[in-house]
């Protein structure tokens, strides 16, 4: 690919000398979950708030002390789900929630009435401040753009006694927005112009944090432009210095932990690495990199397959085989030869103190420590992980499930395996999938079902559409059904309108065909979003592309109905 000057490298800072690259990191930073604002702001569905509510007491349980837990003035679900933390008094005393706010007077206003009654809050506002984002998002000069920053500080000054007066207390945080492609002068201009007008000394100290919203250069040079800047703000025993990267470039935990040798103390992020585009930083990675280094995170990831499952649930992610720690894979190994020096050195330890210094070929860390087992190969028992049986389902049946499904499949599977004890024959396997999924005819079941392909005049532009009638029992009633929709499939979902089923719509769908010849099926599996929230996957196999659809959404909604 050639450049042809479209892209030019990043300018290196005239840093004569350079400390962080013989620094150490010797204790964990203060720790900012920023999952309930940026984390959510990312999902394709964004999370309810009973789901933010359960996600809260996880990262509490996680140890988080500070948690960004959205922005109230950008609508009522985000300000109600601020009153019912502190109504409802879900905030330990020794947890801070994190607000986040333009730097406008309104918002600001909003957002410490969203806040009384509080303990302790963090009010975070923020402001673009790159070169190109002054251009384009408001074609305003440096000196208005640091206007407007003193505006919001002073804004948040005239409205702290909202909270202050019952007794909150307030920490004030800045962002100069894509600090990362922010010229590095003018960000330590706008900062300490916005340190000054908060007043920050030592005993209320302000966090000035440094977003690289946009990953655009190498860690190296990430962390000169953090060792520049905390060495040029004026006042640095007044301020802390914290990191919110992003990972454009793939290398946001490198940026972290340079950024971190280089003097800055806190970090914000996200639980594997969730947010928009390539995601924030991955919290946990940057957690168990320094656990693998014998410090203390200060975080508890000692049960990592329950978090990832909590969070595949409340947030409808999916977490990348390879992800390290926490991936499907990291602890499996499929070479003969990895599995042999594993095997040997896991039996070794047998005989070993508990504490002795870890060293086994291949794995960075003892699985155990964080609720993991190593795997040499897939086999499906009581310990399988949710992709094993759906990997059964494809190489001995061509089934592929989707990714998203892995975990619901999986835990089907392995609930079956702890009942019998032992492991499960492929059969076996498929035999469960047939009567969870295939099979079912409770509480729907459809009796007979009939489509008219309703096509306009020749050369019109009339859509074409599809008329369903059908017969169906729900809980043994019997019951005639019909309705248009662009297809089989949407105009069954139609239908289902006029029967007592729960509500939902099709929030995932996927096909592909299996066998050949004359015995070809197609295979469609279909998530539906029910209208409380919950959330189901269903599998349909017919010959008729169409029919598989519908089996499968009949299968979804008995699937959720018998849970």
């Given amino acids: 690919m050639k450049?042809?000057?479209?892209?030019s490298a990043v300018q290196a800072l005239p840093m004569k000398e350079r400390l962080w690259p013989s620094a150490k990191i010797t204790h964990a930073p203060v720790w900012c979950s920023v999952d309930l604002r940026d984390g959510n702001q990312a999902l394709e569905n964004p999370m309810g708030i009973e789901t933010k509510l359960e996600y809260f007491a996880l990262l509490v349980r996680l140890g988080f002390k500070e948690i960004e837990v959205g922005f109230p003035s950008s609508s009522d679900t985000e300000y109600q789900f601020v009153r019912r933390l502190i109504e409802e008094k879900r905030i330990p005393d020794d947890v801070s929630i994190q607000v986040l706010s333009q730097a406008k007077d309104a918002l600001i206003k909003k957002t410490f009435e969203a806040v009384k009654g509080a303990k302790e809050v963090i009010?975070?506002?923020?402001?673009a401040t790159s070169p190109a984002q002054r251009l384009y998002n408001f074609n305003k000069s440096k000196e208005e753009i640091l206007k407007l920053a003193v505006d919001g500080v002073r804004s948040v000054k005239k409205y702290r006694h909202i909270v202050e007066e019952d007794g909150t207390k307030v920490r004030f945080e800045y962002s100069p927005e894509n600090f990362s492609q922010t010229e590095i002068d003018y960000s330590l201009e706008i900062?300490?112009?916005?340190?000054?007008?908060?007043?920050a000394s030592a005993e209320n100290k302000i966090i000035l944090n440094l977003p690289t919203t946009v990953e655009a250069s190498m860690p190296n040079h990430f962390?000169?432009?953090i060792e520049y800047f905390v060495t040029h703000i004026k006042g640095r025993e007044n301020c802390i210095i914290s990191l919110h990267n992003h990972n454009d470039r793939g290398e946001s935990v490198a940026q972290c932990e340079l950024g971190l040798l280089a003097g800055a103390e806190r970090v914000e992020g996200c639980l594997f690495g969730?947010?928009?585009?390539?995601?924030?930083l991955d919290i946990v990675t940057v957690a168990l990199n320094m656990y693998s280094q014998g410090l203390d995170p200060g975080l508890d990831f000692s049960n990592i397959p329950e978090v990832a499952e909590r969070y595949c649930h409340f947030t409808g992610m999916t977490i990348p085989a390879r992800l390290p720690y926490a991936g499907e894979l990291v602890f499996t190994a499929f070479s003969g030869s990895h599995q042999d020096a594993i095997r040997k050195a896991m039996n070794a330890r047998k005989k070993m103190p508990a504490d002795a210094p870890w060293d086994v070929p291949y794995l960075l860390i003892d699985p155990h420590d964080i609720g993991r087992e190593y795997e040499g190969i897939i086999r499906i028992n009581s310990q399988s992980g949710k992709g094993g049986a759906a990997y059964i389902m494809e190489k001995e049946f061509g089934l592929v499930l989707p990714k998203a499904m892995h975990p619901v499949f999986g835990s089907v599977i392995k609930a079956a395996a702890d009942k019998k004890q032992r492991e499960l024959k492929p059969a076996e396997i498929y035999s469960i999938f047939e009567k969870k999924w295939l099979k079912t005819k409770s509480p729907l079941n459809v009796l007979d079902i009939t489509e008219k392909h309703i096509e306009g005049e020749r050369g019109s532009d009339l859509p074409e559409q599809v008329a369903t009638m059908a017969t169906v029992e729900w809980n043994g009633k019997r019951l005639a059904i019909a309705a248009k929709g662009n297809g089989p499939l949407d105009a069954f979902v139609a239908a289902m309108k006029q029967t007592p089923a729960p509500g939902f719509n099709i929030s995932s769908f996927h096909e592909h065909s299996v066998g050949s010849g004359s015995d070809t099926h197609a295979m469609a599996y279909v998530q539906i979003t029910c209208e409380d929230g919950r959330q189901s996957w269903g599998v349909g196999k017919s010959s008729n592309v169409g029919r598989a659809g519908i089996a499968a959404v009949v299968s979804a909604l008995n699937f959720v109905c018998n849970i």
């Fill in 123 to 127: 009010f975070h506002i923020y402001n």
């Fill in 223 to 225: 962390a000169d432009m």
């Fill in 191 to 199: 900062c300490q112009a916005v340190m000054d007008e908060w007043g």
């Fill in 3 to 7: 450049n042809n000057g479209k892209y």
């Fill in 274 to 280: 969730n947010g928009e585009r390539t995601g924030n």
